[in-house]
């Protein structure tokens, strides 16, 4: 009989590093211990790894939420508690982390939208770039543009990250009155790095901006 061993950081690390999500879900699925340790990777100095370590994090909370959804509340919480400064740690990708586990299951969590929007009042702009990846993640699911209205003053923040990742947000939620706010973005050649398809895929504000408004307008032409 073969005894299969619990997973290990290392071995998590191994799996992330294949794209083996299959095999991580399986572990949580016996194991919520598997949750702890893909939050802690989503700390990771390794961008990629963290990406990654985020991904898998939504996708096995959403596992373990068919049997225990307070288990996965209790880790949103924590990702919460991470953000303040009385937690002694930073949450680089907490945002992130809620967003995948959010858009898993947008409506058994809905409570916990409105709270990653507010992410926005806190001090830190360092965050809004996760933040806007966030709402807009959360939006391929269950598009709601009732947000559109905090993310539309980031198409002229300082930062390209947030520039581009707000014009990604809206076409995502969908926000057709973003169009003529988005147009001047088509210019703004300044880089950026975005997670897709399990990559870190360099990128422009405008490679965004163009993709967002053939977004819109194809939601445009549907609603005539």
């Given at each position: 009989?073969?005894?299969?061993?619990?997973?290990?950081?290392?071995?998590?690390?191994?799996?992330?590093?294949?794209?083996?999500?299959?095999?991580?879900?399986?572990?949580?699925?016996?194991?919520?211990?598997?949750?702890?340790?893909?939050?802690?990777?989503?700390?990771?100095?390794?961008?990629?790894?963290?990406?990654?370590?985020?991904?898998?994090?939504?996708?096995?909370?959403?596992?373990?939420?068919e049997t225990d959804a307070e288990f996965v509340r209790n880790?949103?919480?924590?990702?919460?508690?991470?953000?303040?400064?009385?937690?002694?740690?930073?949450?680089?990708?907490?945002?992130?982390?809620?967003?995948?586990?959010?858009?898993?299951?947008?409506?058994?969590?809905?409570?916990?939208i409105p709270v990653v929007v507010s992410l926005f009042?806190?001090?830190?702009?360092?965050?809004?770039?996760?933040?806007?990846?966030?709402?807009?993640?959360?939006?391929?699911?269950?598009?709601?543009?009732?947000?559109?209205?905090?993310?539309?003053?980031?198409?002229?923040?300082?930062?390209?990250?947030?520039?581009?990742?707000?014009?990604?947000?809206?076409?995502?939620?969908?926000?057709?009155?973003?169009?003529?706010?988005?147009?001047?973005?088509?210019?703004?050649?300044?880089?950026?790095?975005?997670?897709?398809?399990?990559?870190?895929?360099?990128?422009?504000?405008?490679?965004?901006?163009?993709?967002?408004?053939?977004?819109?307008?194809?939601?445009?032409?549907?609603?005539?």
């Open positions: 009989m073969v005894v299969e061993l619990p997973m290990t950081k290392d071995t998590l690390v191994a799996e992330l590093q294949q794209n083996n999500y299959a095999a991580i879900v399986s572990a949580a699925a016996k194991s919520k211990r598997v949750l702890g340790l893909l939050l802690s990777l989503t700390f990771d100095a390794d961008d990629l790894m963290g990406w990654r370590a985020v991904k898998a994090l939504g996708l096995c909370s959403a596992q373990i939420a880790i949103l919480r924590r990702l919460m508690w991470s953000l303040n400064d009385e937690s002694g740690s930073i949450g680089w990708r907490a945002p992130q982390a809620m967003g995948a586990i959010i858009a898993q299951r947008p409506r058994q969590f809905a409570e916990f009042e806190l001090d830190e702009t360092h965050f809004y770039p996760g933040v806007l990846w966030a709402i807009g993640h959360i939006a391929q699911r269950d598009a709601d543009s009732r947000f559109a209205a905090q993310v539309l003053p980031h198409v002229s923040d300082a930062s390209a990250q947030a520039r581009g990742m707000a014009a990604r947000c809206l076409g995502q939620l969908r926000a057709t009155e973003s169009i003529p706010l988005l147009k001047p973005l088509l210019a703004d050649e300044a880089p950026l790095t975005v997670f897709i398809h399990d990559q870190l895929h360099e990128c422009t504000v405008s490679d965004l901006a163009r993709e967002a408004l053939a977004q819109l307008e194809r939601c445009r032409d549907e609603a005539h």
